[in-house]
Structure formats: C-alpha cells, structure tokens
C-alpha cells in the first residue's frame, strides 16, 4: 500500500514537472514608438546678403534629426523618380546641378526609421542657384549633338586602372593589360553606355545596357540595384537602366594639364559607367569625338578607379 501511495505522489510530481517545462514563454516588442519632430536643416554654400541662394555651386549640406530615430534616408528631388539614399551619420553635403544656370527649387523627401521597421517623413523645399554651364564641344564630344554609345576600350593598355592620380603618367597603382577582363569578366567589354542630350528640354540622359551582366563589386561597394550582398568582383545580372545625368565642375583637384576640370554627375543609384562604383561622379580627364578617358572616386581614401572608353 506504501508502495501504491509513493509510486502515485511521484507520478504527480513527474506530471508536474512536465507541464511547468513545456509552459511557453512570452515574448515582447518593447516600445515600437514612431520617431517623432524629424527636421531637416539645409546650409546652402555662399550664402550671404546678396548670394540668397547660395554661390553658385549647387552645394547643399542637408541634416536629419528626429527623436526616436535609428537611421535614416533621404531623396533629394521630389521631381525625379523617388531614389531614397542612405545617410550613415544623418547629414550629407549634395551638389544639385543643371543642364541650363538658373534659380531652382528642389523638394528633398527625408525619412527617419525606428525600432521594428516604424518610420516618419517629411519634406522641404530648398532654393538654390546654379551657375555652371559646360564645354560646348565637351558635350557635342560626349553625345554627338543627340545620342552616342561608348564602350570601355579593351584594345589599349590602363583602360581601366586603380589609384592616385601620378600625373600625366596616370594611375599609380595598377593598370590594365590589353583584353586583360576578357577570360574572367567580358561583361566589362560588352556592357554599352548611351549618353543623349534631349535637345526639347536640353537635358542629359544615360542608358546602360549589360546584354552579359554588369562588372561590379557587391554589397555596401556597389549601388546597383539586383546585385547580391556579397562575392568577388565579376559579372552580375543587372537589368539595365537609364537615368538623367548632368555637368558640375570637378572637385578633385587634378589640374587643368591633366583634367577638363569638369565630371558627369549621375542622377540616383541605378546606373554606372564602366565599372559599377558607389560614387556617381565621373570626371572627365580627356575626350575627343571617338575617346574617353573617366575618372570616378574610389572607396578608400585618395584611391580611384580610372577608364578609357571609346566610340564608332
């Protein structure tokens, strides 16, 4: 009987001991409060009691500040397609640019993200003059009056090379052999970029058209769209694209014997020239009718990427 009696008040505390442990535990989101009194604050370059709208530059530094907020994004032109940019500290300086100097006015779209995916936006509008009027025959060079293809130039040496600029030797680190991407990444080669100057409205588009895939880096050192998060530099499936592009003058540095002293300023994040960099500024080092030579900022600091297209 003892036996019976223990054997069931074991059998209880077994039971027991089972259902405490397969209780389910309860788990919270915590505080999923949308950020909230997002500004932004935009300091235009020059500014003073007769330059309202700034020096001419088109330099604009925009900062985003709201409470509660764990990052945000920013797109720069309410009259463009909607391209919202990653800002890592919260503030960028942005140079607006246009085909014909004038006095324009921009619509910035900020948004402010916080915990579980919650976010909150607003927009502001900016004035800003703008002074730069480019080459003529830089840009009959580039589209030949209306529309012109170019391909990166395989056939000569250093169409591509990587590094500071050395002068009129060039690139100091690395140069490209004749055909050298050709057994690894042909796509460099047969990747076609069409620049075409819409006469109607004088503005500047650029189609790029990839039929073997686009030559890039991945992850955070490309900003083309379909692009996987991470792998060596190569060919990668990209659908093409085509976005607006206009002028500006450089800011590298470079002199004159070495530089038209002006770059091809890409509009939003889905187009490239040659190689698929984060930056979109492309200056112009050299170019005649039939050859390009670009240089476009790198992601280390005075490190850049170098390249000779040519054209029909």
């Known amino acids: 009987m003892i036996k019976n009696n223990l054997k069931t008040v074991f059998g209880v505390i077994l039971l027991l001991i089972i259902f405490t442990g397969c209780k389910k535990t309860s788990y919270t989101l915590g505080d999923l409060t949308s950020p909230a009194n997002i500004v932004v604050t935009t300091v235009l370059k020059g500014v003073d009691a007769t330059h309202p709208n700034g020096d001419g530059s088109g330099d604009v530094t925009i900062t985003v500040k709201a409470d509660n ?41 900020a948004v402010a993200y916080g915990k579980g995916g919650t976010s909150s936006s607003i927009t502001k509008d900016v004035t800003v003059r703008l002074d730069y009027t480019p080459d003529p025959t830089i840009v009959a060079n580039l589209t030949g009056g209306s529309s012109k293809t170019w391909n990166v130039d395989k056939s000569i040496p250093g169409h591509m090379g990587v590094g500071p600029w050395s002068g009129s030797a060039g690139p100091d680190w690395w140069a490209a052999a004749p055909n050298e991407k050709v057994a690894c990444c042909n796509c460099f080669y047969t990747a076609s970029f069409t620049f075409t100057k819409v006469v109607a409205n004088n503005t500047f588009t650029l189609q790029a058209a990839t039929p073997n895939g686009a030559f890039t880096k991945t992850g955070a050192l490309t900003t083309l769209p379909g692009i996987p998060g991470s792998g060596d530099e190569g060919c990668y499936t990209y659908a093409g694209g085509t976005t607006n592009f206009s002028f500006s003058p450089s800011v590298s540095g470079i002199p004159l014997t070495s530089s038209t002293q002006t770059s091809i300023l890409l509009a939003g994040n889905t187009t490239f020239i040659g190689y698929g960099a984060t930056q979109k500024e492309y200056e112009i080092l050299q170019i005649t009718p039939t050859s390009l030579y670009l240089r476009v900022q790198g992601t280390e600091t005075g490190n850049a990427w170098y390249l000779k297209l040519k054209a029909p």
């Open 69 to 109: 907020a764990l990052s945000y994004k920013v797109d720069y032109d309410a009259n463009t397609a909607v391209d919202l940019v990653f800002l890592p500290t919260g503030s960028i300086t942005k140079k607006y640019t246009s085909a014909v100097p004038g006095v324009y006015t921009f619509r910035i779209t």
